[in-house]
């Protein structure tokens, strides 16, 4: 947590990705309900890691609209594992991805995931997930 309390979240895209309007939007629903929010932007794995890790965040937020969620996905679990975050963070992953794809997700180390969402239920799920690594 953010030294004022606060939920810290760290919000990226993959690289290639060209749509931000779901990332931002996220941003000032996260902002609204009181959270601390990083807004990266476009990353590697081992970029957002990095700065996951700097800015001793509690969640990492990945917005996709143009895949390769599996594959960087893994990369960016296998990067936190190695950091030693993996265990204290909380991941998510919202955007427009094969619904098939959300067992595979969770299984790599999502903690949620979201084709759509209301701020509701995006909150109530980053306090869930940050509850359960604490």
Same mark, same amino acid.
Do not use: W
């Given at each position: 947590?953010?030294?004022?309390?606060?939920?810290?979240? &760290? %919000?990226?895209?993959?690289? &290639?990705?060209?749509?931000?309007?779901?990332?931002? $939007?996220? *941003?000032?629903?996260?902002?609204? +309900?009181?959270?601390?929010?990083?807004?990266?932007?476009? *990353? %590697? /794995?081992?970029?957002?890691?990095? $700065? *996951?890790?700097?800015?001793?965040?509690?969640?990492?937020?990945?917005?996709?609209?143009?895949?390769?969620?599996? +594959? %960087?996905?893994?990369?960016?679990?296998?990067?936190?594992? =190695?950091?030693?975050?993996?265990?204290? $963070?909380?991941?998510?992953?919202?955007?427009?991805?094969?619904?098939?794809?959300? /067992?595979?997700?969770? *299984?790599?180390?999502?903690?949620?995931?979201? &084709?759509? !969402?209301?701020? =509701?239920?995006?909150?109530?799920?980053?306090?869930? !997930?940050?509850?359960?690594?604490?």
């Amino acid at each position: 947590m953010a030294s004022n309390g606060k939920i810290k979240v &760290l %919000l990226a895209q993959f690289p &290639l990705e060209t749509h931000s309007r779901g990332i931002i $939007t996220v *941003a000032g629903m996260l902002r609204d +309900a009181g959270m601390e929010v990083i807004l990266m932007g476009n *990353a %590697l /794995p081992e970029q957002i890691v990095e $700065t *996951a890790v700097q800015e001793y965040v509690d969640v990492i937020g990945i917005s996709t609209y143009c895949g390769g969620e599996l +594959a %960087l996905g893994t990369e960016l679990m296998k990067v936190a594992e =190695e950091r030693g975050i993996k265990k204290r $963070t909380s991941f998510l992953l919202g955007g427009i991805f094969p619904p098939l794809y959300i /067992p595979k997700l969770k *299984a790599i180390g999502f903690d949620g995931t979201f &084709l759509s !969402a209301t701020k =509701e239920e995006i909150v109530s799920c980053i306090k869930e !997930a940050v509850a359960a690594k604490k």
